[in-house]
């Protein structure tokens, strides 16, 4: 229709390119599962990280996995990079409702205006997942409110947190009357917190992991790992690929990061293998301690 209504060289280029862009977007390889993680409210099990040591390649992150068929987007306002976001949803015209937004703001102080500017750098009128990114800087209890009051006028889908512990997490349900709907946390097979992860199990709060391959200093070297390693040669797979269906095998999501489109595609490739029983116990044992990094 754009191109027969077209008069202009200018309006046909266009409208070529947005017909080339929709024929792209539609032969998407890419097909990540959801989970219900509040009442209505579907979330890819998978998100693109745009945050950490790649958020200036924003953009290319961005545009390589859309482009792919991922529809989970991880943001934060400390990430600087919200307006980038904007401008490559729509250079990629993909529809509102098919991209998942989480987004996050800093901590437990001036909630409102953190919000409004999330909204305003996203340039949307909703927000799929909100968290409060830290459990500092304020008053969390208060904050939650906020939180609350925007999840009732629908302008943000979920609410939830990142960084709380079980100890951060208790005070906030006790005063709670939406429980937080996500617990984002560090999570890999060298490090898990297995009391926050049975406190949100226990109080119906879905956990998803950052830094789900380990982070440099902390939680050590996830695919070098030998059980890792064993685990990949017996499935043909990549170690990258063990150490995330190691997440989700345990019903967690995750967010990873990556700028590559070639490597975004690989590691997202996890639901063509099943790691075993013993595997999984075998993973499961080596974290050298379950302690708590925020």
């Given at each position: 229709?754009?191109?027969?209504?077209?008069?202009?060289?200018?309006?046909?280029?266009?409208?070529?390119a947005?017909?080339?862009?929709?024929?792209?977007?539609?032969?998407?390889?890419?097909?990540?599962?959801?989970?219900?993680?509040?009442?209505?409210?579907?979330?890819?099990?998978?998100?693109?990280?745009?945050?950490?040591?790649?958020?200036?390649?924003?953009?290319?992150?961005?545009?390589?996995?859309?482009?792919?068929?991922?529809?989970?987007?991880?943001t934060?306002?400390?990430?600087?990079n919200?307006?980038?976001?904007?401008?490559q949803?729509?250079?990629?015209?993909?529809?509102?409702?098919?991209?998942?937004i989480?987004?996050?703001?800093?901590?437990?102080?001036?909630?409102?205006?953190?919000?409004?500017?999330?909204?305003?750098?996203?340039?949307?009128?909703?927000?799929?997942?909100?968290?409060?990114?830290?459990?500092?800087?304020?008053?969390?209890?208060?904050?939650?409110?906020?939180?609350?009051?925007?999840?009732?006028?629908?302008?943000?889908?979920?609410?939830g947190?990142?960084?709380?512990?079980?100890?951060?997490?208790?005070?906030?349900?006790?005063?709670?009357?939406?429980?937080?709907?996500?617990?984002?946390?560090?999570?890999?097979?060298?490090?898990?917190?297995?009391?926050?992860?049975?406190?949100?199990?226990?109080?119906?709060?879905?956990?998803?992991?950052?830094?789900?391959?380990?982070?440099?200093?902390?939680?050590?070297?996830?695919?070098?790992?030998?059980?890792?390693?064993?685990?990949?040669?017996?499935h043909?797979?990549?170690?990258?690929?063990?150490?995330?269906?190691?997440?989700?095998?345990?019903?967690?999501?995750?967010?990873?990061?990556?700028?590559s489109?070639?490597?975004?595609?690989?590691?997202?490739?996890?639901?063509?293998?099943?790691?075993?029983?013993?595997?999984?116990?075998?993973?499961?044992?080596?974290?050298?301690?379950?302690?708590?990094?925020?």
């Amino acid at each position: 229709l754009d191109l027969l209504l077209c008069n202009s060289m200018a309006c046909l280029l266009m409208s070529w390119a947005r017909l080339l862009l929709s024929l792209h977007l539609a032969s998407a390889t890419l097909n990540v599962p959801t989970k219900e993680i509040a009442t209505g409210v579907h979330m890819p099990v998978v998100s693109i990280g745009t945050g950490g040591l790649e958020r200036n390649d924003t953009a290319t992150i961005v545009d390589n996995w859309l482009t792919l068929g991922g529809r989970g987007i991880d943001t934060a306002l400390i990430y600087k990079n919200q307006d980038v976001i904007k401008q490559q949803l729509a250079n990629l015209a993909v529809p509102r409702d098919q991209v998942f937004i989480t987004a996050k703001i800093p901590g437990c102080n001036s909630a409102e205006h953190h919000l409004e500017t999330d909204f305003k750098e996203l340039g949307v009128d909703y927000i799929d997942l909100m968290l409060i990114h830290f459990p500092r800087f304020g008053d969390c209890v208060k904050t939650w409110k906020v939180l609350e009051d925007y999840h009732r006028r629908g302008r943000l889908k979920a609410i939830g947190v990142s960084n709380f512990n079980k100890s951060t997490l208790e005070p906030l349900l006790a005063a709670a009357t939406v429980r937080p709907h996500v617990n984002q946390i560090q999570l890999n097979i060298l490090m898990h917190d297995d009391d926050t992860i049975a406190f949100a199990a226990a109080n119906n709060i879905t956990v998803e992991a950052f830094s789900p391959l380990g982070r440099s200093g902390h939680s050590g070297d996830v695919p070098h790992n030998a059980a890792v390693e064993a685990a990949a040669a017996a499935h043909h797979v990549s170690t990258y690929q063990v150490a995330l269906k190691w997440i989700l095998q345990h019903g967690h999501l995750l967010t990873f990061q990556s700028t590559s489109q070639e490597h975004q595609k690989a590691d997202a490739d996890l639901f063509s293998f099943t790691l075993t029983d013993q595997e999984m116990t075998t993973l499961d044992q080596q974290a050298a301690s379950s302690s708590f990094l925020v």
